[in-house]
């Protein structure tokens, strides 16, 4: 079993900054890949960005190119989300997620409020 407690989340100004942390523990020897997705209200949950644990190897969904920067912390088993330049249509619930022996997991979400 994997377990992922997210933190960071909070309400910002439009190009403002955020960053989250999902820290996990359990399982985490198994760990392909770490994550985050994101829900808004009244849509379906979508893709943010992730990376894979042994290589480092980073994906990010076009919305976020240029603004947002995925990292990692091995040692800690922690995953980091630096939001930078944030707008108002980045508001959502953001999960993180694990990869681990074709199982995903997720955290229990954390709120990003982008408003003025």
């Known amino acids: 079993q994997v377990q992922l407690v997210e933190s960071g989340g909070g309400l910002v100004q439009p190009g403002g900054s955020l960053r989250l942390s999902c820290a996990a523990s359990g399982r985490t020897f198994s760990f392909y890949a770490m994550g985050w997705f994101r829900q808004a209200p009244g849509k379906e949950r979508e893709f943010v960005a992730h990376?894979?644990?042994?290589?480092?190897?980073?994906y990010y969904t076009d919305s976020v190119k240029g603004r947002f920067t995925i990292s990692r912390d091995n040692a800690k088993n922690t995953v980091y989300l630096q939001m930078n330049s944030l707008k108002p249509e980045d508001t959502a619930v953001y999960y993180c997620f694990a990869d681990a022996s074709g199982t995903r997991y997720w955290g229990q979400g954390t709120q990003v409020t982008v408003s003025s």
């Open positions: 990376i894979t644990w042994n290589v480092g190897r980073i």
